[in-house]
């Protein structure tokens, strides 16, 4: 198990290190108490992660499944004790022993159930072609693209870590606190961990990039990268490994003007983005296409107008049948 925890909250959030602190008593259990032998140098982090939970009265995360099926392990085997226990005590009335177990059911249900309400997560999303701008906890304000979407935890409360989930594209303004405390940024590749910054991510199934406008930002990598971007930095993620490209500002954010900037772009690079926005389904008569470029401003705020803009600027034609559209010469 190779493992490199750099907060609190990771280890938390850790499968291995759950099962240790409940004393699950399964393989993932022994699985993290060799890793504790091999890296003494993390007991330290370890030992806060595990401080934390113990003054814990609610935890921010949603409850992870295996969590509550520990709890209701727990339970039943307390009921089980008791039962044991009435069979070894003359004259116990086992009703009495039957509601008790059921009152604490019901209670430990209950907890449960409001943990997870009070706890849920909020989300924000935007349909095909709309794009929109909202206000966070903190203050601190998102932009979304087309067909994109964040999550977030309800309550930010001081020193603990704003945490923001994302899937498609946002641009984010991130408010500074008094206490510093970390804004972070959760993708499919990576985490950008900021205090107060103005930076857009992308993170698609096709995409996934960076640029810093203003402040700066850590990047740490699904695979234990660190990486420190300052202003205009760009960076894109291909077969998972982060590269620095020179890109201009106003080509990678004309999306919140509703335009698209193109220069020498491949068509089907193009067409992506295009999907991407709208949902469309687009074809392409012949393969070869994909490899015209594609220079030029073009409008993004309707799909039919779009798609004549881009017909005007190479010769190929655009032939558009409800949710599908076919590119050919």
């Known amino acids: 198990m190779e493992k490199h925890f750099v907060y609190v909250e990771d280890i938390i959030a850790d499968e291995h290190f759950q099962s240790w602190?409940?004393?699950?008593?399964n393989e993932n259990l022994q699985q993290w108490e060799r890793w504790l032998q091999a890296h003494p140098e993390q007991m330290e982090l370890v030992n806060e992660a595990k401080l934390?939970?113990?003054?814990?009265s609610i935890v921010e995360k949603e409850m992870a499944p295996h969590i509550a099926e520990l709890a209701e392990q727990r339970l039943l085997a307390s009921v089980r004790a008791e039962k044991e226990k009435e069979q070894r005590v003359v004259n116990m009335r086992p009703r009495k022993l039957w509601w008790a177990a059921a009152a604490v059911l019901v209670l430990a249900i209950s907890g449960i159930t409001l943990w997870r309400t009070v706890n849920s997560p909020a989300s924000?999303?935007?349909?095909?072609?709309?794009?929109?701008?909202?206000?966070?906890?903190?203050?601190s304000t998102v932009m979304l693209n087309a067909n994109s979407e964040i999550s977030y935890s309800k309550n930010w409360s001081n020193n603990t870590p704003r945490e923001v989930w994302l899937k498609?594209?946002?641009?984010?303004?991130?408010t500074k606190k008094p206490d510093h405390t970390r804004f972070v940024v959760h993708t499919t590749e990576f985490d950008v961990i900021v205090t107060g910054t103005q930076f857009n991510i992308v993170n698609r199934d096709n995409k996934a990039n960076v640029l810093l406008t203003e402040g700066s930002v850590t990047i740490y990598?699904?695979?234990?990268?660190?990486?420190?971007?300052?202003?205009?930095?760009f960076i894109e993620f291909a077969n998972q490994q982060p590269q620095i490209k020179a890109a201009q500002e106003e080509d990678v954010l004309a999306w919140r003007d509703k335009?698209?900037?193109?220069?020498?772009?491949?068509?089907?690079?193009?067409l992506q983005q295009i999907k991407d926005h709208y949902g469309v389904t687009i074809q392409l008569d012949n393969e070869a296409l994909g490899n015209k470029l594609i220079t030029g401003i073009l409008p993004n705020d309707n799909l039919d107008i779009l798609l004549q803009a881009l017909e005007a600027t190479t010769d190929f034609r655009v032939k558009r049948s409800d949710s599908t559209i076919v590119i050919s010469y």
């Open 21 to 25: 602190y409940f004393n699950a008593g």
């Open 52 to 56: 934390y939970m113990d003054n814990l």
């Open 124 to 139: 924000m999303h935007t349909a095909f072609g709309q794009i929109t701008q909202r206000n966070l906890p903190d203050g």
């Open 168 to 174: 498609g594209e946002a641009f984010f303004h991130v």
């Open 221 to 233: 990598t699904r695979h234990g990268d660190t990486i420190y971007m300052k202003p205009g930095d």
């Open 259 to 270: 335009k698209l900037h193109f220069e020498d772009t491949p068509l089907r690079d193009v």
